[in-house]
């Protein structure tokens, strides 16, 4: 019923820019937070960033100054910029939403998108 789908990756030089963005759909009553994990290979997923609903924002101190993370909450859509990137950043980014469906007021959920790919090389 709900779907996270994520845009936006690529490859990049290091020090250039990218916007990844992700957007929820399905029966949405409320969308809790928003958020970006990543994951690079042979290590665990990490927190990168997060929104809740009412502006209040947390970033992972590998990217603090670096990231910004934003939402539109008409379009159930949050973004990440990603500025002055290093190959360290590099790793497939996966968006996360807790969402509460129509229908259902006592419990929310986590989803999950696929993961979009950003690569930073020269």
């Known amino acids: 019923q709900v779907q996270l789908v994520e845009s936006g990756g690529g490859l990049v030089q290091p020090g250039g820019s990218l916007r990844v963005s992700c957007a929820a759909s399905?029966?949405?009553?409320?969308?809790?937070?928003m958020g970006w994990y990543r994951q690079a290979p042979g290590k665990q997923r990490e927190l990168v960033a997060t929104?809740?609903?009412?502006?209040?924002?947390n970033y992972a101190d590998s990217v603090k100054g670096r990231f910004t993370i934003s939402r539109d909450n008409a379009k159930n859509t949050v973004y990440l910029q990603m500025n002055s990137l290093q190959s360290e950043d590099t790793a497939v980014y996966y968006c996360n939403a807790i969402i509460r469906q129509f229908g259902y007021s006592t419990r929310t959920d986590t989803y999950w998108g696929q993961g979009t790919q950003v690569t930073v090389s020269s």
């Open positions: 929104a809740t609903t009412s502006g209040s924002t």
């Open positions: 399905g029966r949405i009553w409320t969308i809790y937070a």
